[in-house]
Nanobody, 126 residues
């Protein structure tokens, strides 16, 4: 059984930093996508950053240069380092994973992903 668990959310002032972590257990695919998604109140869930088993990454434009997604394959752990946080980054952040075809690129589209965590809240005050 696959289990995905996020941690590391919190409240910070604008300009601050946070690091989110995601532990995935029971997920043993050699070819996969993992990613961070967020959902603000009244808005649809959106992809923030994704990474594949080879370390290739993709980001949405609004976080490029501020957020960095990394992984520790040995620990099956995913990270999101967030810097220069803005009030518009306030949302529930979710970690998700899916197996991928050998030549398929990872996308930031939430419906692509099978396994989801419960989320961790990030609040950025101005």
């Amino acid at each position: 059984q696959v289990r995905v668990q996020e941690s590391g959310g919190g409240s910070v002032q604008a300009g601050g930093s946070l690091r989110l972590s995601c532990a995935a257990s029971g997920f043993s695919y050699s070819s996969y996508c993992m990613g961070w998604f967020r959902q603000a109140p009244g808005k649809e869930r959106e992809g923030v950053a994704v990474i594949d088993n080879g370390g290739r990454t993709a980001y949405i434009d609004s976080v490029k240069g501020r957020f960095t997604i990394t992984k520790d394959g040995a620990k099956n752990t995913l990270y999101l380092q967030m810097t220069s946080l803005k009030p518009e980054d306030t949302a529930m952040y979710y970690c998700a994973a899916r197996p991928r075809g050998l030549f398929a690129a990872c996308r930031t589209s939430p419906p692509d992903y099978n396994f989801w965590g419960q989320g961790t809240q990030v609040t950025v005050s101005s």
